[in-house]
């Protein structure tokens, strides 16, 4: 029972639980919120949406909470940006423990999905990287904006935006800066190097390196990128590219884009990036179209990419399902994406991942309207059905955007949205992979059979 429970599939639960309650418990002391009461419930689940890098607040986070509160917010962050697991195994090497092989493969697939490579090496280059871009980050946001980015401001933003967290210390997010150029980039390119995966990041960096030799020597090989690398990429760049050209139409066509061009174009093409689990706004959400809502639904469904600071299925997963279908339409038994088929095995944990990520935003979105509404007619409550789906979708992809109710939701709704950033940041192939391993396995097979379908 025992190994069970500290199984490699469990210790990511233990502490990713147990640091949540840590910092639940320190975020509830009095001299972490100066600005007024805050109930256990509040401060867990400012605790949780911390930890999982999600961004929903229930009070003003700038103004709410003192120095200790934001710097407890900013390691919970950093926690959950880096991911736990990463954490736990960086311990065990620093105690000087010995890593079992089950150990060594769980924590390759799920950063690398690669299980051949050097742990130390690998983890002391994902904290270079990260200490990289957010001290890149927090520069260049106090050299654009010293009086709107002070130091503490834009080491915080950096951090919140590099892991995807999405929370802002002003109540209106980044509406100030909409149409500030150097302001948007420095976000969106933070945004989507935490969204990207470390692994791309380090390959990326690699290749360049190789690609700046080849130049210098004509008769190298010119570099390629991996499988993996080059469908997060492709994926990445026409999921970020397709959002900001519906967005903008869909806001110009209803109206909600009266500024300069330039200005529609980056509102656009920066909530296109934020939807991917990040939760920075320039514009006010509640006040979008529809067409936007469901479209960035859609967005924050994907997520980023595996083994990196969102959530979401991945964009590996949209791909795959991608491909499925358009096989499906060939009649080809093997979905090809790029180079490679995928294997039925990794077709099938898609098809798991998917599959669950609908049940839990479907159960999500009922328990919230069912509490919300459940004894309204559809005609007085049609509207906020659209708005518990979007809070659900977002608190699962661990998103952090919200039309603005999340601090209206009562007790009850508030740890339905935290056992949905929880499971979301986790992910459910994961947890389910957890209770598995708690279950023995079968030495026998029934019968097989046939059903008609469609």
């Known amino acids: 029972m025992r190994a069970k429970l500290f199984s490699p599939y469990w210790l990511p639960v233990w502490f990713f639980g147990g640091t949540i309650l840590i910092g639940a418990f320190v975020l509830h002391l009095d001299v972490s919120h100066p600005g007024g009461p805050l109930s256990f419930v509040d401060a867990l689940f400012t605790a949780t949406s911390a930890m999982c890098v999600t961004g929903l607040a229930v009070v003003d986070t700038g103004s709410y909470f003192s120095t200790l509160g934001l710097d407890v917010l900013l390691v919970l962050i950093q926690l959950g940006g880096l991911g736990i697991m990463t954490f736990t195994t960086l311990i065990i090497h620093l105690l000087g423990k010995r890593v079992s092989l089950n150990d060594r493969l769980a924590v390759g697939q799920s950063l690398l999905r690669d299980p051949s490579f050097s742990l130390p090496r690998f983890l002391a280059r994902v904290v270079w990287w990260t200490f990289f871009f957010e001290g890149c980050g927090a520069l260049a946001l106090w050299l654009m904006d010293p009086v709107g980015f002070a130091p503490y401001s834009a080491i915080f933003h950096s951090i919140s935006a590099f892991c995807n967290a999405g929370f802002s210390l002003y109540p209106d997010s980044l509406t100030q800066w909409a149409g500030h150029g150097g302001v948007n980039l420095v976000f969106m390119i933070l945004i989507t190097a935490g969204g990207l995966g470390f692994y791309v990041l380090i390959e990326c960096a690699s290749y360049c390196r190789k690609l700046a030799v080849r130049m210098t020597h ?27 050209v519906v967005i903008f139409f869909a806001e110009g066509a209803a109206g909600n884009a009266p500024g300069a061009l330039s200005e529609r174009v980056w509102t656009a093409l920066f909530q296109s990036v934020t939807c991917r689990t990040a939760g920075f ?16 639904m859609f967005l924050m469904l994907i997520g980023g990419s595996p083994g990196s600071c969102a959530g979401g299925i991945k964009t590996t997963t949209f791909r795959a399902l991608c491909g499925f279908v358009w096989a499906q339409f060939r009649g080809r038994e093997q979905v090809q994406l790029g180079r490679f088929a995928l294997t039925q095995g990794a077709l099938n944990k898609v098809v798991s991942l998917t599959t669950m990520t609908f049940i839990l935003v479907g159960v999500g979105t009922l328990v919230l309207t069912a509490l919300e509404s459940g004894d309204s007619s559809y005609l007085m409550a049609r509207e906020e059905f659209i708005v518990n789906l979007f809070e659900t979708i977002s608190a699962y992809g661990t998103v952090g955007l919200s039309t603005g109710v999340t601090s209206s939701l009562d007790t009850l709704e508030k740890m339905t949205v935290i056992v949905l950033m929880f499971v979301g940041r986790l992910g459910p192939v994961w947890l389910l992979s957890a209770l598995q391993s708690w279950q023995a396995e079968r030495r026998y097979k029934v019968p097989t059979g046939n059903l008609p379908f469609g």
């Open 218 to 244: 004509k008769h190298r090989a010119m570099p390629r990128l991996s499988w993996h690398s080059s469908i997060v990429l492709k994926t990445s760049a026409f999921l970020v590219l397709l959002g900001a």
């Open 281 to 296: 706004n320039t514009v006010d959400i509640g006040n979008m179209a529809n067409v936007s809502l469901i479209f960035m």
